[in-house]
C-alpha cells in the first residue's frame, strides 16, 4: 500500500521510496527514509496536501509525493 492509500490517524512503517532523481532526495531530505514511522495527522478537505509526524516534527507533503512511499501498518 502506498502512504496516499492510508486513512487519516494510522500509524505507518516506511518500506520504500520509489521514484528517482530530485524527487527521491526531496522526500528523503524531509527524514522520509526505510524503517521510519509516520502518523498521519490530517488530510486537507479537497485531499492534498497531508499532515503527517515524522520522528517528532509536522510536516506537510502532497498526495503526488505520497503515492511514490510504500508503506504498511504498524
Known amino acids: ?26 522526500i528523503m531530505d524531509m527524514g522520509i527514509t526505510k524503517g521510519v514511522e509516520i502518523y498521519i495527522r490530517k488530510v486537507a478537505p479537497l485531499g492534498d496536501p497531508m499532515e503527517l509526524n515524522i520522528r517528532g516534527y509536522e510536516l506537510s507533503l502532497r498526495k503526488g509525493d505520497a503515492e511514490m512511499i510504500e508503506v504498511e501498518k504498524v
Not at 518500506?15 to 532526495?25: A, D, F, S
Open 1 to 26: 500500500m502506498t502512504l496516499k492509500e492510508a486513512d487519516v490517524g494510522d500509524t505507518l512503517k516506511v518500506l520504500k521510496i520509489n521514484g528517482e532523481g530530485p524527487i527521491k532526495r526531496r
